[in-house]
């Protein structure tokens, strides 16, 4: 059990629950997300990690269970309450709006004003081209999104979370669909979060795509979690699929 | 390089203001076959000055259309805010300072809470809108007859509420401002953009903090307002508020809108395109008339143009995605 006291411990969740109707999504649910560490939440269709990641973004909430952040226990009820902590969430296919260009997408909702109610363009532009240079996404800030590939979309999405200086990013499927290209993409900007102290929960069900990149691999199988286990005791990727095999048939 | 860059922002400028482009070939082809009539300065003006109450509606059906709803009642607000501030306005001293500031104030007033309701059932109910602005639309017609069942003329009524739209110069003018202000409060403005994002995609923007319902509700609003100015400029063409007052204007104002431009998903388009369509549907309608095409041919040659503009705009949107395509 880890110190909910602990400075390195960014958040905390204990004994979550959720059930829609009769099935029950989260089991006890519990973990720990230190600063700037990755998280792999690994798990098959349905295993619950959505749930999990919709609770801390405040789109549904638990049954019973509580949520801790920098030590301190919060309520998470809405988007927004999540925002103010500092979480963000990038939903699959979800979260851009595909006719608007990139800086308006970086920054809707929170735009630099002059004369508060106009919106600063100029500086939006200039903000988002060096986000983007810094991300080493290689797109224009008048881009509409919706010619942007599907790793540069994940890309706009991260750089959000990074200009608004999230401390926590959740990633739900986001190489799911992707090219091997994308996929690539995906991990470099991930491992920049990683440089900016930022945590991040990387959902997949594909241990190849998260093992590079993560610090600590959970598996959740039918709402309850089955492993939790840190990068270095495992030595592959394979190791860690026999592992979650062997675990499974238990 | 340089040239390839030059072509593709030439080609974009083109196919962006493409609706301008056909209105001038369509004038320059109604020019050439009567130069006398087309040639002369003052009908290009008339044109303008008839299409403005047109046009406003077309303005208030694209700002509906922006946010992926749209509004089928705004001929009948018109006739209500026609008939209920005339029915006010006729029992006001005519000489009065304050009764001419409320002629024109009036009118905006009830059309904000006309388009209000609308905006409180589609914005803040999340109703169909096509079920919603159909019963507004006969709602509003209904009441309209329901406060007088007859017409209201320019001597029953306080001067500025028909000075405002009766003058060709003044009307272009004040509705010259009115696009140059709203040009600027769509493309500059925090609420401008959320309107255009709302119609883009509700759902993110309900999950960036922008209220698909607030933001759809304020732009029903909006489309209010402009039913109220476009009553204004009915009433001075019209030198009254004729009982049948904008009777069939809905639909001329959705392709008003889609020869402009505006996409019916939601999300895009602008208003000054949108008033191009207006233009067009005007130029159209003031050439076959000089050329004595009868009302029905015109109505057929005007079905085919709405037609002709949601083909064009399909393969336009196709150019505009290949030249926005990054290489």
Known sequence: MVNLVNNDVLMSVRNINKWFGKVHALKNFNLDVRK??????????????????????????????????????????????????????????????????????????REPTKFRFFMNLKEMNAKCEKLLKQLGLNVSPEQEVRFCSGGEKQGVVIARAMYFRAKLVNLDEPTRALSIKGVKEVLEFVKELKKSNISCIFVTHNVYHVYPIADRFVFLHRGEKILEIEKDKVSSPEELNDIIISRIAV | ?????????????????????????????????????????????????????????????????FTGNFDLSIESQVALIGMASGVIL?????????????????PILIGLALGLINGTFVGLCELNPFLVTLGT???????????????????????????????????????????????????????????????????????????????????????????????????????????????????????????????????RGSLINAFAGALLVGTLEGGLTMFNVSPDARKVAFGMLVIAAIVIDRFRERIRDAMLRPV
């Open chain 1, 36 to 109: 700037g560490e990755i998280i792999g939440l690994l798990g098959d269709n349905g295993a619950g990690k959505s749930t999990f990641i919709k609770i801390i973004s405040g789109l549904i909430r638990p049954n019973t269970g509580e949520i801790y952040w920098e030590g301190r226990r919060v309520n998470i009820r809405s988007i927004q309450d999540a925002r103010r902590l500092g979480i963000e969430t990038v939903f699959q296919e979800k979260g851009l709006i595909e006719c608007f260009p990139v800086s308006k997408n970086i920054f809707l909702g």
């Open chain 2, 1 to 65: 390089m340089e040239m390839k860059v030059l072509k593709r922002r030439f080609g974009l400028f083109f196919v962006n203001q493409l609706a301008w482009f056909v209105l001038i070939m369509f004038y320059a082809g109604f020019a050439t076959i009567k130069p006398h009539a087309f040639l002369n300065f003052e009908i290009p003006v008339f044109l303008v000055y008839s299409s403005v109450h047109l046009g406003l509606l077309v303005l208030a059906e694209s700002v509906a259309l």
């Open chain 2, 90 to 106: 006729m029992h006001l001293p005519k000489e009065s300072i304050l009764s001419n500031v409320l002629g024109i104030i009036l």
């Open chain 2, 137 to 267: 639309f006969m709602a509003y017609r209904g009441a309209s007859l329901l406060i007088r069942p007859q017409s209201i003329w320019a001597r029953e009524l306080v001067p500025s509420f028909i000075a405002a739209g009766a003058d060709p110069t003044i009307t272009v003018a004040w509705f010259a401002v009115l696009l140059i202000v709203l040009g600027i409060f769509f493309k500059y403005t925090k609420l401008g953009n959320y309107i255009y994002a709302v119609g883009g995609d509700p759902e993110t923007c309900k999950m960036m903090g922008v209220s698909p319902r607030k933001i759809t509700f304020i732009a029903y609003g909006i489309v209010g307002i402009l039913c109220g100015l476009a009553t204004l400029a009915y009433a001075g063409f019209n030198k009254g508020v004729p009982i049948n007052v904008a009777l069939g204007a809905t639909f001329p104002a959705f392709a008003g809108a889609v020869i402009g431009g505006v996409s019916l998903s939601g999300g």
